[in-house]
């Protein structure tokens, strides 16, 4: 009996602990419900925002060369890598861009954009393409000249034996071959822009000419006694704007603007030998015992170098006080300040001076205030006294190209401002200033060939 009360008492405790258990279970599900009710929403993600369509505003130069590869700069918004430039008709094709930021990228132009030839010009839509990411918007007009079909003659250069006559065409990246006697023509197809020409012979008496490029790296020899025309090409820096070889030694000197140097380079495998830097944008060479004369288009000084180590020396320069015979400037001579660039150089092994063509001397301050002081012709010029001697002025015209043929003592000048040749009489120009105002002893007018296009203005009344 004692034993069933223990199990009823046992029985009972379990109901009540179970009932006690139910009830804390009921409010806590009711608790836990309350707390689910009253809970916030679970935050929503905010909507991605979309992505900006890239947008072309711009693009500069409005109006470039297909003569060399060229440079873009590209403006607009939401630029981003990746995009290619749309080149329209007449050329239709992409280009890589390089984006530096949101508005700003650049691309470059190929050397090969080809127009036909009596096409002048073409107007280009320019827009942008994108693999992947919004459709680009926006358009540019870019204006690109035919360069590359219209020769320009710049430089020539005399075969040694006096029977070919080798004339550069920068924009058309062409050499001519012009026979003196028959007058036929042979093209010769060069590197990208040639911009100076010279033959030599080398010590074993071969005739030879070289090319150098202003856009090309490379100075490009052809053996002028070899039955097919293949170049050599040998290694130089690019931009070269000025040429000189000495044959016997082996030695080429280029003039190049990139860095404002001349180099010495062995022609059999291009190893420079010195460099030196010079004045700003050197072009005009010359050699003469021993020195190079480097004529700067900036500062309108000659820089002497030595050619066997590059060392140099006192620049020449005119001086107040240089005579000036012939042209506005005549009066002027005690006012001169400083000299205009040198187009070119000429030595004269002969006579023992150097001829420059150049605008003339500078002209300063003046009781006449006379501040228009072009005055063009060609100056003499003493190396070994490092001195420009005398200028004679022709008061007209843009005197450009020299050649002297020393044998005759003849110095020819030609004039791309008046479309002419002057012939003069170089040992006048040497001899003393009244001998120089007779020096010139012909005129020779170059007219343009007939089918030369032309700019014609028609007025309406």
Do not use: C
Request: without cysteine; charged residues 20%.
């Amino acid at each position: 009996m004692l034993a069933g009360r223990r199990v009823a008492l046992v029985m009972g405790g379990i109901r009540w602990w179970g009932l006690i258990a139910g009830v804390l279970g009921g409010l806590g599900l009711a608790v836990v419900g309350i707390r689910q009710r009253g809970a916030p929403p679970p935050p929503v993600a905010a909507p991605v925002p979309a992505e900006p369509r890239p947008v072309l505003r711009a693009v500069g130069p409005k109006l470039t060369s297909n003569q060399t590869s060229q440079p873009l700069s590209l403006h607009g918004e939401a630029l981003v890598p990746g995009l290619k430039l749309v080149l329209g008709a007449p050329f239709s094709r992409e280009l890589p861009l390089t984006v530096v930021d949101a508005g700003h990228a650049y691309a470059r132009l190929p050397t090969d954009l080809t127009l036909p030839v009596g096409t002048f010009q073409a107007d280009v839509q320019l827009s942008l393409a994108a693999s992947t990411g919004p459709r680009p918007a926006g358009t540019a007009r870019l204006t690109v000249v035919n360069d590359a079909a219209f020769p320009d003659l710049t430089a020539l250069a005399l075969a040694p034996d006096g029977r070919t006559l080798f004339v550069a065409s920068p924009p058309t990246d062409t050499v001519f071959a012009l026979d003196v006697a028959s007058g036929q023509v042979e093209s010769l197809a060069v590197g990208d822009g040639p911009s100076a020409l010279a033959t030599w012979k080398d010590k074993g008496g071969r005739p030879w000419l070289g090319v150098a490029h202003q856009s090309d790296a490379g100075l490009w020899l052809y053996a002028l006694d070899a039955p097919e025309r293949k170049p050599r090409v040998v290694p130089t820096p690019a931009g070269v704007w000025g040429l000189e070889v000495e044959g016997a030694r082996g030695v080429a000197y280029v003039a190049e603007h990139v860095r404002d140097t001349v180099h010495a380079l062995a022609l059999e495998d291009g190893r420079e030998r010195w460099s030196a830097p010079v004045d700003p944008n050197p072009r005009a060479l010359a050699r003469w015992k021993g020195f190079l004369a480097v004529g700067s288009l900036q500062t309108g000084q000659v820089v002497l170098l030595r050619q066997d180590d590059g060392r140099e020396l006192a620049p020449l320069v005119p001086k107040p006080g240089v005579p000036i015979v012939g042209g506005t400037t005549e009066a002027y001579s005690a006012q001169v300040m400083g000299g205009k660039a040198p187009r070119a150089l000429v030595a004269s092994e002969r006579l023992g001076r150097v001829f420059m063509a150049s605008l003339g001397p500078n002209v300063g301050p003046n009781a006449q205030r006379m501040e228009v002081s072009a005055n063009s012709g060609v100056a003499v010029l003493d190396l070994d006294r490092q001195q420009v001697v005398r200028h004679r002025g022709f008061g007209a015209g843009v005197t450009e190209g020299l050649a002297l043929d020393d044998r005759a003592g003849l110095l020819y000048a030609a004039d791309i401002g008046l479309g002419q040749v002057r012939v003069l009489d170089a040992k006048a120009l040497v001899e003393g200033d009244a001998q120089a105002k007779a020096a010139v002893l012909q005129t020779l007018p170059i007219p343009v060939s007939e089918d030369t296009p032309r700019i014609l203005s028609i007025i309406h009344i």
